[in-house]
């Protein structure tokens, strides 16, 4: 059965646009037969059960993501289709190490120069989702990546190359230095003399020389970074993100530049494997229909398959799709859903359990604060006629009022002190009145 | 005036005195309080408390550096490791460096920066800028460990990044989820540890759990669209494979004759890991580690060097 890999469409002159698509046709390519495989750019994540690409189809079962599918790879050809066998003990330990140093530090870093860059993210990325994907899709698929990059750079304090977010708004900042001693901020005259990429300038080239140092230490004189003969997972995945560095011609090209100046031995890797694994690739190849012409054409090294043609149905299903994932709470639930379905456990007595004490905490968590609001005054019933009555008064004059009625009051007793007085005294009149009567005598 | 030549002295400065009297009781009657509100005053005595003592637990100056770390208060005292991974690496990290301080029981509420942990120096005499009284957030503690006469020493290694990675990530993400989202070790650990301790109401707890899951959540998914518990685990094995090849047969990291950095991050995941009374249910971080028999050894040494076994 031959194997399909879906994956994100082709751009900048490489098969895909995503990294780690990249890394799995690069793997692909290189342990896997020609004709075993095709290679689809349906650049619909909604086909994998992780809800990412490169996903892999063989047959009913539907493997997501770079390292789930090298890892089917070797299962189902019992181990014949494995790049990183053979490694010494120290070479294996590298490759690990490395890939996973490749993904978590060159992951912000294209999301920073592709994505977060106001520049470039307008000008080339959000332009080249039109090219791969149909109609109403391009309007949802760049925002929903967009999003999730700046979450992920923005512990790098980085957010300011995206000129687009508003920053009226003042930043939770962490600083512990008062505000009246902090450095101003960047003014408009200064963000008008130059870009925020030339302001970030200094942390940018810091953390991409980060990323390019250790590995080119790793490569040293090597053909490929782990070993001299073998092209290993790891050398898939920094082909994938290294390439993604390099190639795209952007506005704001500090990535490439960083890495042409500095590192050239990188760059160098980059051509000669690029050539070697994906060949001239163009837009038009991953959508030709025509089997037949792809064949005659030389230039055409990937076993390219057109996507099944959208029916206005399964466009509509992914675009539905992504919506209702866009929207706060049900896409959280969504989310929830698909992780239980995947991990394979049903809802058990304990998750219900701890859904049920959730509800229950919300309410009367909720409760409790709508009854401190009553308690603070902060919410109030609408006063009574009566109450208005009551208001007017020395109230009126706020705390010189309050004095003065304290004032009122300690008046207000004396007289009632001298009103008791006065009665006392007359009491005894009123008896003599009652006893003496001329008359009866 | 001729009357006025004449008249006597006496005269002249006793009707002086007069008019300056009645004017100044007119003065006195402009500024004095008018009876009704001075018996309103005098009602209402001013006095004076005495200012207010510190709250108890207030921290006394100390001779030492304070370290504040989730712990509990007694094994603060008692110098054990904290139960945070975080928390426990920088611990490590000044024990090995030997900066003499003090381990104190706190939260994330405590800390400027939001994050535990962090280092409040004392107050040295000498200094007299308020630099030297600011608190010193984790990034910044091996400076702080330089400057105050410590030895570190760094391998410049071109691996160390990328081991360092396995930590920060790899491994890290398998820790979230065997901690909190695993549904047996948070009841059992997690709770325990980060949600007992900080209320006693039943509705606050189970707010704050379901808090700290949520957050947990929100970071794995920060990087993978789901989560994959199969593909964390088994990173977070080959990310111990990893790090034992590294290690070899070696006594630290990185070959060096005495423990370092890499070393107390390595120690803070194995530490908690193996420690038998922490009780994990679902153990399969745990036994992964197991496996690994000069990890397991690497995290005795250190036990025994710095926190006496």
């Given at each position: 059965?031959?194997?399909?890999?879906?994956?994100?469409?082709?751009?900048?002159?490489?098969?895909?646009?995503?990294?780690?698509c990249?890394?799995?046709?690069?793997?692909?390519?290189?342990?896997?037969?020609r004709?075993?495989?095709t290679?689809?750019?349906?650049?619909?994540?909604a086909?994998?059960?992780?809800?990412?690409?490169?996903?892999?189809?063989?047959?009913?079962?539907?493997?997501?993501?770079?390292?789930?599918?090298?890892?089917?790879?070797?299962?189902?050809?019992?181990?014949?289709?494995?790049?990183?066998a053979?490694?010494?003990?120290q070479?294996?330990?590298?490759?690990?190490?490395?890939?996973?140093?490749?993904?978590?530090?060159?992951?912000?870093?294209?999301?920073?120069?592709?994505?977060?860059?106001?520049?470039?993210?307008?000008?080339?990325?959000?332009?080249?989702?039109?090219?791969?994907?149909?109609?109403?899709?391009?309007?949802?698929?760049?925002?929903?990546i967009?999003?999730?990059?700046?979450?992920?750079?923005?512990?790098?304090?980085?957010s300011?190359?995206?000129?687009?977010?508003?920053?009226?708004?003042?930043?939770?900042?962490?600083?512990?230095?008062?505000?009246?001693?902090?450095?101003?901020?960047?003014t408009?005259?200064?963000?008008?003399?130059s870009?925020?990429?030339?302001?970030?300038?200094?942390?940018?080239?810091?953390?991409?020389?980060?990323?390019?140092?250790?590995?080119?230490?790793?490569?040293?004189?090597?053909?490929?970074?782990?070993?001299?003969?073998?092209?290993?997972?790891?050398?898939?995945?920094?082909?994938?993100?290294?390439?993604?560095?390099?190639?795209?011609?952007?506005?704001?090209?500090?990535?490439?530049?960083?890495?042409?100046?500095?590192?050239?031995?990188?760059?160098?890797f980059?051509?000669?494997?690029?050539?070697?694994?994906f060949?001239?690739v163009?837009?038009?190849?991953?959508?030709a229909?025509?089997?037949?012409?792809?064949?005659?054409?030389?230039?055409?090294?990937?076993?390219?398959?057109?996507?099944?043609?959208?029916?206005?149905?399964?466009?509509?299903?992914?675009?539905?799709?992504?919506?209702?994932?866009?929207?706060?709470?049900i896409?959280?639930?969504?989310?929830?859903?698909?992780?239980?379905?995947?991990?394979?456990?049903?809802?058990?007595?304990?998750?219900a359990?701890?859904?049920l004490?959730?509800?229950?905490?919300?309410v009367?968590?909720?409760?409790?604060?709508?009854?401190?609001?009553?308690?603070?005054?902060?919410?109030?019933?609408?006063?009574?006629?009566?109450?208005?009555?009551?208001?007017?008064?020395l109230?009126?004059?706020?705390?010189?009022?309050?004095?003065?009625?304290?004032?009122?009051?300690?008046?207000d007793?004396?007289?009632?002190?001298?009103?008791?007085?006065?009665?006392?005294?007359?009491?005894?009149?009123?008896?003599?009145?009652?006893?003496?009567?001329?008359?009866?005598? | 005036?001729?009357?006025?030549?004449?008249?006597?002295?006496?005269?002249?400065?006793?009707?002086?005195?007069?008019?300056?009297?009645?004017?100044?009781?007119?003065?006195?009657?402009?500024?004095?309080?008018?009876?009704?509100?001075?018996?309103?005053?005098?009602?209402?005595?001013?006095?004076?408390?005495?200012?207010?003592?510190?709250?108890?637990?207030t921290?006394?100056?100390?001779?030492?550096p304070?370290?504040?770390?989730?712990?509990?208060?007694?094994?603060?005292?008692?110098?054990?490791?904290s139960?945070?991974?975080?928390?426990?690496?920088?611990?490590?990290?000044?024990?090995?460096?030997?900066v003499?301080?003090?381990?104190?029981?706190?939260?994330?509420?405590a800390?400027?920066?939001?994050?535990?942990?962090?280092?409040?120096?004392?107050?040295?005499?000498s200094?007299?800028s308020?630099?030297?009284?600011?608190?010193?957030?984790?990034?910044?503690?091996?400076?702080?460990?330089?400057?105050?006469?410590?030895?570190?020493?760094?391998?410049?290694?071109?691996?160390?990044?990328?081991?360092?990675?396995?930590?920060?990530?790899?491994?890290?993400?398998?820790?979230?989820?065997?901690?909190?989202?695993?549904?047996?070790?948070?009841?059992?650990?997690?709770?325990?540890?980060?949600?007992?301790?900080?209320s006693?109401?039943?509705?606050?707890?189970?707010?704050?759990?379901?808090?700290?899951?949520?957050?947990?959540?929100?970071?794995?998914?920060?990087?993978?669209?789901?989560?994959?518990?199969?593909?964390?685990?088994s990173?977070?094995?080959?990310?111990?494979?990893?790090?034992?090849?590294?290690?070899?047969?070696?006594?630290?990291?990185?070959?060096?004759?005495?423990?370092?950095?890499?070393?107390?991050?390595?120690?803070?995941y194995?530490?908690?890991?193996?420690?038998?009374?922490?009780?994990?249910?679902?153990?399969?971080?745990?036994?992964?580690?197991?496996?690994r028999?000069?990890?397991?050894?690497?995290?005795?040494?250190l036990?025994?060097?710095?926190?006496?076994?």
């Amino acid at each position: 059965m031959v194997l399909e890999l879906h994956v994100w469409g082709p751009a900048f002159g490489l098969p895909s646009v995503d990294a780690h698509c990249l890394a799995a046709i690069a793997y692909l390519q290189h342990a896997v037969p020609r004709g075993k495989w095709t290679l689809i750019a349906s650049s619909n994540p909604a086909l994998s059960p992780t809800n990412e690409l490169p996903a892999l189809r063989h047959g009913k079962d539907w493997i997501g993501g770079f390292r789930n599918i090298f890892h089917y790879l070797a299962q189902c050809s019992a181990g014949e289709w494995v790049l990183d066998a053979g490694l010494s003990e120290q070479a294996a330990a590298d490759c690990i190490a490395f890939s996973s140093f490749v993904e978590s530090h060159g992951q912000p870093l294209l999301d920073l120069s592709l994505y977060v860059s106001t520049q470039n993210y307008t000008a080339i990325t959000r332009p080249l989702y039109n090219t791969i994907q149909s109609f109403p899709l391009p309007y949802l698929t760049p925002p929903t990546i967009r999003a999730a990059a700046k979450e992920r750079t923005a512990h790098l304090g980085l957010s300011s190359l995206d000129i687009d977010s508003d920053d009226s708004v003042p930043k939770d900042d962490k600083s512990i230095i008062p505000e009246s001693l902090r450095k101003p901020r960047a003014t408009v005259s200064n963000l008008l003399a130059s870009t925020p990429e030339t302001a970030a300038r200094i942390r940018l080239d810091a953390l991409a020389t980060n990323f390019f140092e250790p590995l080119q230490l790793l490569r040293g004189k090597k053909r490929f970074f782990v070993s001299n003969d073998q092209f290993t997972s790891l050398d898939c995945l920094a082909l994938g993100f290294l390439s993604l560095m390099l190639l795209p011609e952007l506005p704001q090209p500090w990535l490439a530049k960083t890495m042409t100046s500095k590192f050239p031995d990188l760059c160098a890797f980059v051509e000669k494997n690029k050539s070697a694994c994906f060949g001239e690739v163009e837009v038009q190849d991953a959508f030709a229909n025509e089997a037949a012409e792809k064949r005659t054409n030389e230039r055409v090294l990937l076993p390219w398959q057109a996507p099944a043609r959208g029916s206005p149905l399964t466009v509509g299903n992914a675009f539905f799709t992504s919506m209702a994932d866009n929207i706060p709470i049900i896409g959280q639930l969504r989310r929830n859903d698909r992780m239980r379905q995947f991990s394979n456990k049903s809802a058990d007595e304990t998750t219900a359990w701890r859904r049920l004490t959730m509800v229950g905490s919300i309410v009367g968590a909720v409760g409790l604060f709508i009854g401190f609001m009553f308690h603070q005054g902060f919410i109030t019933l609408p006063p009574t006629h009566e109450e208005e009555e009551k208001r007017r008064g020395l109230d009126d004059f706020g705390e010189a009022g309050a004095a003065l009625a304290a004032l009122a009051s300690h008046m207000d007793a004396e007289a009632n002190f001298q009103r008791m007085q006065e009665q006392r005294m007359r009491d005894p009149i009123v008896e003599v009145d009652v006893e003496v009567d001329p008359l009866k005598v | 005036m001729p009357a006025a030549v004449d008249a006597p002295e006496e005269t002249l400065l006793t009707s002086a005195a007069t008019s300056f009297s009645q004017q100044s009781t007119k003065v006195k009657d402009l500024f004095s309080i008018p009876p009704p509100l001075k018996k309103l005053f005098d009602k209402v005595p001013v006095l004076v408390y005495s200012p207010n003592p510190l709250p108890q637990r207030t921290p006394k100056s100390a001779r030492i550096p304070s370290l504040y770390v989730f712990s509990t208060p007694k094994d603060a005292a008692a110098g054990r490791p904290s139960f945070n991974p975080t928390c426990l690496k920088w611990q490590t990290f000044l024990n090995i460096a030997g900066v003499d301080h003090r381990l104190i029981s706190s939260n994330n509420h405590a800390s400027p920066t939001g994050v535990l942990p962090f280092l409040l120096p004392t107050a040295h005499a000498s200094a007299s800028s308020q630099d030297s009284i600011l608190p010193v957030p984790s990034n910044k503690l091996v400076k702080f460990a330089t400057e105050h006469g410590a030895k570190v020493q760094e391998s410049p290694s071109m691996r160390y990044e990328a081991y360092q990675s396995l930590l920060d990530h790899r491994i890290r993400n398998a820790w979230l989820y065997t901690l909190y989202l695993e549904p047996e070790n948070f009841d059992a650990v997690a709770y325990k540890l980060y949600v007992l301790p900080t209320s006693t109401n039943l509705l606050v707890r189970a707010s704050i759990s379901y808090d700290l899951r949520i957050a947990a959540e929100a970071e794995l998914l920060k990087h993978a669209p789901i989560i994959d518990i199969d593909d964390l685990y088994s990173e977070a094995d080959k990310a111990f494979e990893a790090l034992s090849v590294l290690l070899g047969k070696d006594t630290w990291f990185f070959g060096g004759d005495k423990p370092a950095l890499f070393d107390a991050s390595v120690f803070a995941y194995t530490q908690l890991l193996l420690d038998e009374s922490l009780g994990w249910k679902e153990e399969k971080l745990c036994r992964a580690l197991r496996r690994r028999d000069n990890l397991v050894q690497h995290r005795q040494r250190l036990l025994v060097k710095y926190f006496g076994g």
